[in-house]
Structure formats: C-alpha cells, structure tokens
C-alpha cells in the first residue's frame, strides 16, 4: 500500500510530470489542432471581431437618440462595455465550452473523464480552448484603450492597478458562472439552454450602467450572479463617481474577493451535480 | 483479493408515462445482491445476457456510479472516493467511452494518455513501443483516430488501458464487431500481456471463443445477480451444453437415429443435411464422425459450439 499512498500524492512526485504538466499537454493539443485548420481559424477570429462590432453599434445606435444613459455618457459607457466584454471574452476562451456538459454526459465522454486520474472538471475545461475568442478579447481591448483616452480619470495608483485586475478579476467571475451554470446539465438534458440564459445574459447586463435597470434586476445581478463587479462598479471607482442607487463605494473595489467567493460556489454547485450524475447514472 | 464485491445493489428510478399527466415512479434493481472477489492474476469472464447487470457493475467498480447499498474494494481502494487513484491503477476499455482523441493521430493520443498519467518518459516510451509492435499499429500511428477502422481503433484502446501498466483490466465487450483476424491478435496480445506482466483481467463478452481462449474463469449474472461461478468446463457441464456435428451426405440417407452418444436434432434436404447434438462429456467430435462415415458416405461436416446466451439460458432452465 505504500505504492498506492505515492500514488495517491502523485501530482507532487518529482520522478514523473506534475498534474500542472498534463493540463498543459491537454491544452497544447487543443490549440494545435484549431492551428492546423488555419482559414477556418482566420474566418472564426474575423466572426469574432465581428460580434463585438455589432454588440457595440447596439450601445452606438442607443446614442444617436440620447445624450446620456442612465447618467452616463457615451465614452463612459463604452469603458464599461470594454471592461464587460474583455473579461466575459477571457472567460468564454477559456471556460466557455463548459456548458456543452449535456453532450459530453450524452456521448459518454464523461465517463471516459472519469476513468482518468484528473478532476472531471479540470478535463473538461481543458478539452477545448477557443482561441477564436481571441478576436473577440482584441476588439473589447481596442475599445477599452479608446474609451479610457475620451474619460476624464484623475489617475493615481489604486486606480491603474484597479485598472489592470478589474478584466482579471471580471474574467474568473463570469467564468465562476459558467461553471455554476453549467452544472445544471447534470440534471437538465437541455442545461445548454439554462447556462446561456446567465452566461450570455449577464454578459449583456455588465455592459451596460446598472442604473438603468429596475431594483430587481440590480440587486440579482449585483448579489446572486454578481456581474455588477465585472464592469459597472469597478467603473465608478476609476470615474470618481458614487452609485446612484446608494451602493457603498468599497463594493466598486471588492471584485476580487467576490470572484473567490464565486468560485466557491460554483465548485460547490459543480461537485453537487458531479455526485448526482454518479449517484443516478446516466 | 484485487476485486472485493460484496452484497452489491444498484437501483435505477424509471419513470413512465401512465396517461396523459399520470406519471408512475418505478425502482428497477440492476445489480442486485452481488458478491464475488477476484484473486490478482486471474481472468475472469462477466458474462450476462443485454440488461443483465454487466456494464452497472463495471460502472460501479471504476468509480463511475456510485452502489446503491453493499460494498466494492477494488486495488484496496474506494473506487468512488478514491476515483484518481484508483484510476492509474487500473485500465478500462469501455463500450462507447473512448480515450482517444478523434482529432489526434493516435501517437499523440498515447502522447497525451502518458501526461495525464503522469508517467516519465523512461516509464511510456518502452511501454508504448511494446505495445505498438505486438499489437502492429506502426502503419496508423500518425492517422487520426477518426480515420481508424473499428480492429485498429480497438488496439488503440486497448494500448490507452494498458500504457500505465495497471494492476488490473476491466474489458467491456473488446472484439465485439472484429473480424476473425483481429479478434485473434487481440486475444493473442491479452494472453501475452498476462503471462508476462500477471495482469488481472475482467471482461465481458458475447464471444465464447474469448472466454475460452482467455478466462479460467467464469461469472454469469442474471437478473442482477450472480448465478454461477467457476470453470468453463464446469459450467457447460453444470447446463450441458450441446455442440452439434452437421453433416452433409453425398446421396440422401436414412436419418441418424442410432449414432451413439448423439440425439438427432433436425433432417434437412431429405437427409442430405443432418444435425446431431451431443454432449462433451458423453462422446468426442471424431468418435461422432467415425460412427457417422461407418454409416454413410461424408461429403462435408462441420461442429457448432454452444453460444453463450444458449448456455446463461440453460442455468435457468437446469
């Protein structure tokens, strides 16, 4: 048994390749075989860019009829939809794939996850990785720089770093959601549809100042699915700005502590639907 | 004991339809009260009609699904709680579930298997190179997994299942759908892979040539529950299972009634054709065919083996 406790701890055996060095090969594989197929790569990248141009002519058109959208000016709003969409973009690449979980059970690929000495999850997180996304990340970036030279931002050092963690921290949230969501499939053949309605949906409400929703909406998407952190909040730090709606101005610098916490429910979430499908069978 | 089975119960919930909002809830038992443990370096065959509990069982042995009630040990281990570690002991080949990348060449799919099983280099290298030349998979290494025939994907598996040396493989099914060639080069390698390196072997299979080739011993289930366990020689001897001698005549003949040791089963063409059953431990398929040719003039014959469903149906039957 003493080869069994070796074993056991074997992501921390130095005679072979760590854990760590498996994830890597598997994504590895997954980024030459999309390479290999290179026009198909160049069209999907171009789509990409595409969609993003679309979803900021809707925030353009808006514009043209008004001056202001819920007390907030076009170059502002465009900081925010370029804070959103980075970080949902980042997320998409790479976790996006996770709501194809029904599939995966369907097909039986699960299964053959979990004969393999790797969390199921860790597999199927690494089983794509879509850098067509990429386009998608690019063209938030380009509006996010554009914005951030139109908004007057009296600049000091907790700003540039909130700054620069704001896309981080708002990437591991949505990815938290996507992985929460997901989960649903375990118990919904249709769970595709569930987790879209949360992933997509609320990458569309954080693009946008939560002013102009109506308390509901607000309070869901600040506290249950908390996408007011990717974008809206941290914004109002980087303007000087206070919440119209009277949030307390720390909560525009807590996007880290809320992404921890989101991980720790969607694991939570996630091993719950794993121990339902192995206690159920599929 | 590698395999430690005991009192083991899956049920499943299956709901139907009973008019037009009515829905009925029913507990169907899969596995139902199975015990059996398995010694290391012994193969077992899991044989079973559709439906009978087969693949539950494995599923419940790798981790996959956790026991309704009764305990499993396999390697020492809780295949449940302890899913990882259990799995780089032991190699599955299962149904449907494959470990290869449809869109990798198959030497990358090893490539990737050895990652993820955190061997060395110096550890997979001469493993898969083994394998790759007992198993020929040299001219297909660099296709894609997509491109495979059904034989070359199998060898495929099978390698994925054994790269890592495991104390312990669980075949579902492996020559299903083969053809003979590769059936035999398969069971060919499994004999080797056991004499060698005192592999323990569980399989299921429709195929008694693989029972008999392979297994010393034998486990039907039933209805979920284990309805013999022992050798292939005292299960056909337990149901009786018939061969049967066909024989084709070079002129119509009288019908065999009076072979010894043989009971006539069915006159085709006017006794062209003719069909007797007998039981091995009764007479021998030469001693059949000398007492046939002293009778009649041979143009050809051949012997049928019973079938495996034919045998599990006997148990009941007995």
Request: proline content about 4%.
């Amino acid at each position: 048994m003493a080869d069994t406790a070796d074993r056991v701890v074997g992501g921390l055996r130095t005679d072979g390749p760590t854990v760590l060095a498996a994830y890597g090969a598997l994504v590895r594989s997954r980024v030459a075989a999309q390479a290999s197929y290179r026009t198909s790569f160049v069209v999907d990248i171009a789509a990409q860019v595409l969609i993003g141009l679309v979803e900021f002519a809707e925030v353009y058109v808006v514009f043209t009829q008004v001056s202001d959208l819920g007390g907030f000016s076009f170059a502002e709003v465009s900081l925010i939809f370029g804070l959103a969409t980075a970080a949902f973009g980042l997320a998409d690449l790479v976790v996006g794939h996770v709501d194809r979980l029904p599939f995966y059970v369907r097909t039986g690929q699960l299964d053959a996850f979990l004969l393999r000495p790797l969390s199921a999850l860790g597999q199927l997180v690494t089983s794509d990785f879509s850098l067509r996304r990429l386009g998608r990340v690019a063209f938030s970036l380009l509006v996010l720089v554009i914005a951030l030279a139109a908004v007057d931002i009296n600049w000091t050092p907790a700003r540039v770093a909130l700054l620069l963690s704001t896309p981080i921290a708002g990437a591991i949230i949505f990815s938290a959601v996507f992985v929460a969501t997901s989960a649903v499939g375990f118990w919904l053949v249709d769970g595709t549809e569930f987790a879209n309605a949360f992933t997509y949906g609320g990458n569309y409400l954080s693009s946008f100042p939560f002013t102009v929703f109506g308390s509901i909406v607000r309070r869901t998407f600040t506290f249950v699915i908390p996408v007011a952190f990717v974008a809206y909040l941290p914004a109002l730090a980087l303007l000087g700005r206070d919440d119209r709606m009277g949030m307390p101005a720390w909560l525009s610098w807590s996007a880290g502590p809320v992404a921890l916490v989101a991980w720790l429910v969607a694991l939570l979430v996630w091993r719950t639907g794993l121990r339902h499908y192995t206690g159920t069978g599929s | 004991m590698i395999v430690e089975v005991a009192d083991l119960r899956r049920e499943f919930v299956v709901r139907r339809r009973a008019g037009r909002l009515r829905r009925t809830r029913d507990v169907v038992a899969a596995v139902d009260g199975v015990t059996f443990s398995i010694s290391p370096g012994e193969c077992v065959g899991y044989i079973g009609a559709n439906g009978a509990g087969k693949s539950t069982t494995i599923k419940m042995l790798t981790g996959i699904l956790v026991p309704t009630s009764g305990t499993v040990r396999v390697c020492g281990l809780d295949p449940v709680l302890q899913r990882t570690a259990l799995a780089r002991q032991i190699g599955v080949v299962f149904g449907q579930r494959s470990q290869l990348w449809w869109d990798l060449p198959l030497r990358d799919s090893f490539r990737l298997l050895a990652a993820i099983h955190r061997l060395p280099a110096s550890a997979a290298q001469p493993r898969l190179d083994e394998c790759v030349a007992l198993l020929e998979m040299e001219p297909f290494l660099d296709v894609p997994v997509r491109q495979l025939s059904l034989g070359q994907r199998m060898r495929g598996e099978v390698t994925a299942a054994l790269l890592h040396s495991p104390e312990l493989l669980v075949l579902d099914e492996p020559t299903i759908g083969l053809d003979l060639l590769s059936k035999e080069r398969l069971r060919g390698f499994l004999v080797r892979e056991r004499r060698e390196r005192g592999t323990t072997v569980l399989l299921t299979t429709h195929d008694l040539p693989d029972i008999e080739r392979l297994c010393e011993r034998i486990l039907v289930v039933d209805h979920g529950r284990v309805a013999f366990d022992g050798t292939l020689p005292a299960l056909v001897a337990r149901v009786g299972a018939e061969r049967v001698l066909v024989v084709d005549l070079v002129e119509p003949g009288p019908a065999l009634t009076d072979v010894p040791g043989t009971t006539l089963r069915l006159v085709e063409a006017d006794g062209l054709r003719q069909h007797l059953a007998f039981r091995q431990e009764e007479t021998t398929a030469a001693a059949v065919v000398a007492a046939v040719s002293a009778r009649v003039e041979l143009r050809d014959l051949a012997v049928t083996e019973p079938d495996i469903e034919d045998v599990v149906r006997r148990i009941y039957e007995s």
